[in-house]
């Protein structure tokens, strides 16, 4: 067992004559253009992925603005309690809330819509008459 640790305080103590570190050399301009361009490609993925979930964002929008025009258009031919519980459903009290929300997802999806195309990143405000 003496021999043991004789034997690693040997190997430790040659070791001790190193450098506690070791310096990082400069990398060449050929690694540096490697590294610039797996950035850029990291980049392009990650701005694939962004559009991407803005597509599914947008279309997950759009299909709550329809399920909510739906029922709206269904008020006409459904009974007054039925339309009641489907309202309630979707987790509204009143018509008013659901007409309020039918604006709102109506003025996101324009949004959404306009940035894709490129066009002004501050919605319009319409002025409402009192």
Same mark, same amino acid.
């Given at each position: 067992?003496?021999?043991?640790?004789?034997?690693?305080?040997?190997?430790?103590?040659?070791? /001790?004559?190193? #450098?506690?570190?070791?310096? +990082?050399?400069?990398?060449? !301009?050929? =690694?540096?253009?490697? $590294? &610039?361009?797996?950035?850029?490609?990291?980049?392009?993925?990650? /701005?694939?992925? #962004?559009?991407?979930?803005? +597509?599914?964002?947008?279309? !997950?929008? =759009?299909?709550?603005? $329809? &399920?909510?025009?739906?029922?709206?258009?269904?008020?006409?031919?459904?009974?007054?309690?039925?339309?009641?519980?489907?309202?309630?459903?979707?987790?509204?009290?009143?018509?008013?809330?659901?007409?309020?929300?039918?604006?709102?997802?109506?003025?996101?999806?324009?949004?959404?819509?306009?940035?894709?195309?490129?066009?002004?990143?501050?919605?319009?405000?319409?002025?409402?008459?009192?």
């Amino acid at each position: 067992m003496l021999r043991f640790f004789f034997l690693v305080f040997l190997f430790v103590s040659a070791d /001790a004559t190193c #450098a506690p570190y070791q310096v +990082a050399s400069e990398k060449s !301009a050929e =690694e540096k253009e490697k $590294s &610039q361009q797996r950035r850029k490609e990291h980049a392009q993925r990650l /701005a694939q992925l #962004a559009t991407v979930r803005r +597509a599914e964002k947008l279309k !997950a929008q =759009e299909d709550l603005l $329809s &399920q909510y025009t739906d029922l709206v258009e269904s008020k006409a031919s459904i009974p007054r309690n039925e339309f009641q519980e489907q309202l309630q459903a979707l987790d509204f009290k009143t018509e008013t809330q659901l007409s309020e929300a039918i604006k709102a997802l109506q003025a996101k999806v324009k949004l959404i819509k306009s940035k894709q195309q490129g066009g002004p990143e501050e919605p319009e405000e319409e002025k409402e008459v009192s």
